[in-house]
């Protein structure tokens, strides 16, 4: 799990945390505006809000208020479970869903830490008004390394808005990486109630963790 976890942190910073993009918003489709308007938004809020970001409530209000209407948490949280949400109850899947976005929340306050100075690059596409899914191919520029490439799974919901669902990097899905974490853990738990367990007794170390270093960092400067 440490490795998945280092995978998203990497994905997250670099779907959400960089600092421009090769493109006018006029050339850009929707999907891609949604990536683009995320982007931008965030990284003000590193730039401005740095010290805040030590602050989980913070993050966890951003989360709310700047992921959520643009990434699709429930989406996510079915596709990851795979044949275990089909099997879940109704506690289960909320309970889940819960500790999910919390592991979410806490990816993030160390994506926020890891924050580089990249770029966007979109690559052409062409939208079909009637497409529900597609696909947003992007380009990460870096100062003296090679492009990375970068490919939002994105979806249209019921309200006509698009919500990006998994990151591709470089051909490794970040679905499919914790689909099949997920799946060995459950199995080898014994069952989805004693994973939804261990993701909340870690989303509690993670929280404590993070208030001991919000902690030390007051106590440091006063």
């Given amino acids: 799990m440490n490795k998945l976890n280092a995978f998203i942190r990497i994905g997250l910073s670099v779907l959400l945390l960089s600092v421009a993009t090769i493109a006018s918003a006029e050339d850009l489709n929707p999907p891609q505006k949604v990536i683009q308007d995320t982007s931008e938004l965030l990284y003000n809020i590193v730039k401005n809000d740095k010290e805040k970001l030590a602050n989980r409530d913070y993050v966890f209000q951003l989360v709310n208020d700047v992921l959520e209407p643009r990434v699709d948490l429930e989406k996510i949280s079915k596709l990851v479970l795979g044949k275990y949400w089909r099997k879940a109850t109704d506690e289960q899947k909320t309970q889940f869903q819960k500790e999910f976005k919390d592991l979410f929340v806490n990816t993030y306050a160390t994506a926020f830490n890891e924050f580089g100075e990249w770029t966007v690059h979109f690559?052409?596409?062409?939208?079909?008004?009637?497409?529900?899914?597609?696909i947003v191919k992007t380009e990460i520029i870096q100062p003296s390394r090679p492009p990375v490439a970068v490919n939002y799974r994105m979806a249209i919901n019921k309200e006509g808005?698009?919500?990006a669902y998994d990151v591709i990097i470089e051909g490794i899905s970040m679905v499919t990486n914790y689909k099949s974490s997920f799946a060995t853990t459950i199995k080898n738990a014994g069952g989805l109630d004693k994973v939804i367990q261990q993701l909340a007794?870690?989303?509690k170390q993670s929280e404590e963790a993070a208030s001991q270093l919000a902690f030390d960092k007051a106590s440091s400067k006063s």
């Fill in 201 to 203: 007794d870690k989303n």
């Fill in 123 to 134: 690559l052409p596409m062409t939208l079909d008004p009637t497409q529900t899914r597609i």
């Fill in 161 to 163: 808005k698009w919500k």
